[in-house]
């Protein structure tokens, strides 16, 4: 019985803090997407102008994000039922974004950052039963600067 | 190429469902089939059980008895004419007697009954003795170990496929709470067959609820939903209930001789 009581509170905490730390990631994202939206991000090979470069420098962004209870609960009752997990559909792509704009951040007088890959691997600790998730994302690319 | 400034488009990579939307969808789905499977195996096996014959019974009781160290343990004799006439069994009925301090006696399939040295220590007269070996007789005449056994079996087995998650372990916790509470209404029927045992081997019921009276005052069940045996003031309630039903008469009770029973 009281294992169920303590399941049902981490639930509500994690459902309730998750959501908060979400909404706040997400509102903090969306300003500095705002702010460094004139510099180009592209997965091409080439740069887009033909100009002259004077420095071309492999920049990367990385972040690291866990999982709140709430959504590992649903993920694992989806592991039953299948399905699309939508609760982790937010976490990735909060992660990418974010690695983006460190990307971004870490080349602030570039011009144009191409070629730029994201990698995204899996952190766990703890055992079998207890394992504490969290993904890591990481963005890079080449910082171009021109004349 | 042009660059042309754009922030990203929101709306494609995540779903716009509350996430706890997700959470009732998908949590009542399961609880709906968990609740569906749990009914059907119950009906299922209390249908099945009469074609579980004694003979397959202790094929079960194989691949119990060597975990438990049932070989090595002592006998506790209770058999004579008096006994068998009391007793209904399709099977060879063996007690034995474990090495476990823990206040507690149960029945295995098969037709063996354990008795913790614990419990042997707390008793007084040879009526409680007896009635707790009525007690777990009762058990093995309504094959209640099968029972629990088939439906928890069953449950485990689904839990065990799907592997170790939060939501097998909810899982396996709710299916422990409805067998828990299924296994008090079968305790309740095992005290009254017990009596009706006291009743045919002493003709009186004298001492059926001396043990648990005791017992009563180190009793913590009361907090805990999970338990197995229910309450003891429940249990001391309903098998008063029954000497009163039934008409049974009490008188006094034959001091306990531990020795007397122990054999080698």
Not at chain 1, 63 to 72: A, G, H, L, T, W
Not at chain 1, 121 to 126: L, N, P
Not at chain 2, 4 to 13: F, H, I, M, T
Request: some cysteine; proline content about 3%.
């Amino acid at each position: 019985m009281y294992n169920l009581i303590i399941f049902g509170v981490l639930l509500l905490v994690g459902y309730v803090v998750g959501q908060y730390l979400e909404g706040r990631h997400y509102k903090s994202i969306r300003e500095r997407e705002a702010n460094l939206v004139h510099l180009p991000v592209t997965d091409l090979k080439r740069p887009l102008r033909q100009d002259d470069l004077i420095e071309g420098v492999c920049v990367g962004g990385s972040v690291v994000i866990s999982v709140d209870y709430f959504k590992r609960f649903i993920a694992g009752l989806r592991n039953l039922i299948g399905g699309n997990v939508t609760t982790y559909e937010t976490l990735i792509d909060r992660g990418r974004r974010e690695a983006i704009l460190r990307m971004k951040e870490s080349a602030m007088d570039a011009d144009e950052i191409i070629n730029v890959r994201i990698e995204t691997s899996s952190i766990s600790k703890g055992s079998k039963n207890n394992r504490i998730g969290s993904v890591e994302v990481y963005a890079y690319g080449t910082a171009l600067k021109y004349k | 190429m042009k660059y042309d400034a754009r922030l990203p488009d929101e709306s494609v990579n995540y779903s716009s469902e509350h996430p706890l939307m997700e959470f009732l969808k998908v949590g009542g789905s399961i609880v709906a089939i968990l609740l569906i499977l749990y009914f059907v195996l119950g009906w299922s096996i209390d249908l099945l059980i009469r074609y579980i014959s004694p003979s397959f019974e202790q094929k079960i009781e194989h691949f119990i008895e060597p975990k438990l160290g049932l070989n090595n343990m002592k006998g506790i004799s209770v058999f004579g004419e008096k006994f068998e006439s009391c007793v209904n069994l399709p099977y060879q009925l063996h007690i034995k007697l474990s090495q476990s301090k823990e206040v507690n006696a149960y029945a295995l399939p098969g037709g063996t009954i354990v008795i913790n040295e614990g419990f042997l220590e707390q008793c007084k007269s040879e009526n409680e003795l007896f009635f707790v070996i009525g007690h777990e007789l009762g058990h093995l005449k309504h094959r209640d170990h099968l029972r629990g056994l088939g439906r928890s079996l069953i449950g485990l087995s689904l839990a065990a496929l799907v592997g170790p998650s939060e939501a097998t372990n909810i899982l396996s916790e709710s299916i422990q709470f409805g067998e828990s509470r299924f296994s008090q209404a079968q305790e309740l029927a095992a005290d009254r067959y017990g009596l009706a045992f006291l009743q045919c081997y002493y003709k009186h019921v004298g001492g059926a609820t001396d043990f648990f009276e005791r017992q009563k005052k180190n009793d913590y069940s009361k907090w805990f939903l999970f338990a197995s045996h229910p309450e003891l003031v429940e249990r001391i309630k309903h098998i008063k209930e029954q000497i009163a039903t039934n008409q049974y008469t009490k008188k006094t009770t034959i001091p306990f001789d531990p020795q007397a029973f122990i054999s080698k």
